[in-house]
């Protein structure tokens, strides 16, 4: 009767039921706590073991062979799985598929063909060598021209001109009174006779006055050379003197034809090579013609050298300053036994040329960076001289992706290329005192706070360059590398954009670009001036 009217009260049925329910909450939850901490446990026994390096989640860089705090962020430190054990502590792993989204592909480093035909423009010009003054011999005033057209064709000994001159007329008479001494003194008729051929009288001219007796006021002044007039010097009633310039001839028998050489082609070019080349203005005709000169002086503005091929001109086919192109195929010694790789697998970072090179036998498609020099470059190649070796497999496709797949893991790459990163902190080194080990982690974590303000300055900026060819490039991307600040430069023909990588604090995307319009080329901001982009080769113009 009292157990049922316990039961009956509410209160005391409630706070049974409430009892009964922590009762089983307790024992639930510390089964379960318990068997968590044990699984923790085992998985940090596992992973743990057989396993040296633990690192931050956050900052990659961070290698230690304990567990501990990330120096950077103070987050726990988490174990590297056995695929995160790259065979080398600088290089980068990645998966199947992140090579695939990534676009990744490599080659094998071969030997091969170091060939190149290189590309010139160029002029006609004009033989130096065969290029005349006609000059007058005799002092007086033009009464009369008979050539005084430029261009027109002069032949030896023709008659181009007339002239008054009374210093000749005093000559004459002088002759005249030799001839009447003559018997007597006979050396002054030689002298007189000399005197008037010192002036281009001809013998014939002399016999005349001679045999006239009289003396003329005007003489007839004939051609010394043959060729085109170039250039005429005077007009009909003006005064010459003994030794003036008549007229400018050139002699276009035979011609030069001037090609610009950019200063990074001139290894392929040598005297003796054979060049082809056609002229616009003769469609449908290739010309060839040996190299006989090459100019030791580079412009020092346009970066060029003059390569000249010497052409006979029969019929004056050849004109000067008509434009030519022309071609040499060139193969540099040694060809065949060259290591040669392509240019898409190399990474410039200013005075650096970098690959990456897949490691082999790694379970896992692994990378490193290595920096090589290169030689000779061609159309889509380059020579290697040094850094490589035949049959490595490189990175010739997606390059970038992996140099910033190693920049995020703090491996080797283009900006960081000493490889350096938080030091590892040894297991000996923790066993020191607390105080020396705090120091230690708060130095340490200067240094990675000013490493990373360091690398994160570096700005990248796509620019907008006007150009056409290989010469335009290395133009503009020297004119760009020569700005205090720049870190690299890489110009594109097709896309006509300059990647630019510099300091914000040392220069600015808008010095780039002055600098870029000095040398020729138009940007975004700024255009080149009109007396700098006319001085560029024929190849280079790009304004319409």
Not at 178 to 202: G, N
Request: hydrophobic share 40%; proline share 3%; glycine share 8%.
């Amino acid at each position: 009767m009292k157990t049922t009217n316990i039961f009956s009260n509410k209160y005391l049925r409630g706070g049974l039921l409430i009892a009964s329910g922590l009762l089983l909450g307790w024992i639930f939850f510390h089964n379960s706590a318990s068997e968590k901490v044990g699984t923790t446990a085992e998985v940090h026994d596992q992973a743990a073991e057989g396993h040296d390096v633990w690192t931050c989640s956050m900052h990659p860089q961070i290698r230690k062979d304990e567990p501990g705090d990330c120096p950077i962020c103070g987050m726990d430190l988490i174990p590297l799985l056995k695929s995160d054990a790259v065979m080398d502590d600088q290089a980068i792993e990645m998966s199947e598929s992140a090579m695939k989204l990534a676009e990744v592909q490599t080659s094998v480093v071969t030997r091969g063909n170091v060939a190149k035909e290189v590309r010139l423009f160029g002029k006609i010009q004009a033989d130096e060598r065969l290029l005349r003054t006609q000059t007058a011999h005799i002092p007086g005033r033009i009464e009369q021209l008979l050539v005084n057209v430029t261009g027109e064709s002069v032949k030896k000994g023709q008659l181009i001109a007339r002239i008054y001159s009374p210093e000749l007329f005093t000559a004459q008479n002088e002759l005249l009174q030799a001839m009447e001494m003559a018997d007597k003194y006979p050396a002054m008729l030689d002298a007189a006779r000399e005197k008037l051929r010192l002036w281009k009288l001809s013998d014939q001219q002399i016999s005349q006055i001679e045999e006239s007796g009289k003396a003329t006021t005007v003489f007839d002044v004939f051609a010394t050379t043959s060729g085109i007039v170039a250039n005429r010097k005077v007009n009909t009633g003006d005064y010459v003197s003994t030794g003036d310039v008549l007229f400018e001839m050139a002699d276009l028998s035979r011609v030069w034809a001037l090609f610009d050489a950019y200063e990074t082609d001139l290894s392929w070019i040598k005297s003796g090579q054979n060049l082809e080349f056609t002229a616009q203005a003769i469609p449908g005709k290739t010309f060839s013609g040996k190299v006989t000169f090459i100019d030791p002086v580079v412009d020092a503005s346009s970066r060029i050298t003059k390569v000249r091929v010497e052409v006979p001109n029969p019929g004056l086919q050849f004109k000067p300053e008509m434009f030519v192109n022309g071609i040499i195929k060139s193969q540099q010694t040694g060809s065949g036994d060259q290591l040669i790789i392509p240019q898409s697998a190399v990474l410039w970072t200013g005075t650096r040329s970098v690959v990456y090179v897949k490691l082999p036998g790694a379970d896992h498609p692994t990378f490193k960076m290595r920096e090589i020099t290169l030689g000779s470059s061609m159309k889509d190649t380059y020579v290697v001289m040094d850094g490589l070796a035949e049959g490595e497999e490189i990175v010739t496709n997606g390059t970038f992706s992996v140099d910033a797949a190693a920049q995020l893991a703090g491996k080797t790459s283009m900006m960081n290329p000493s490889g350096e990163k938080a030091s590892t902190v040894s297991h000996a080194g923790m066993e020191m005192g607390s105080g020396s080990g705090d120091q230690q982690k708060k130095e340490q974590r200067e240094m990675d706070l000013k490493e990373d303000s360091k690398m994160a300055k570096m700005e990248h900026q796509m620019i907008r360059v006007s150009g056409n060819c290989e010469m335009c490039k290395d133009r503009i991307e020297t004119a760009a590398k020569s700005v205090s600040g720049v870190r690299s430069a890489e110009w594109s023909a097709e896309k006509q954009m300059l990647h630019a990588e510099f300091d914000p604090a040392k220069t600015s995307s808008d010095a780039i670009q002055k600098a870029i319009a000095k040398v020729g080329h138009d940007t975004d901001k700024y255009k080149a001036p009109d007396n700098i982009y006319k001085e560029l080769p024929e190849c280079c113009l790009y304004r319409e």
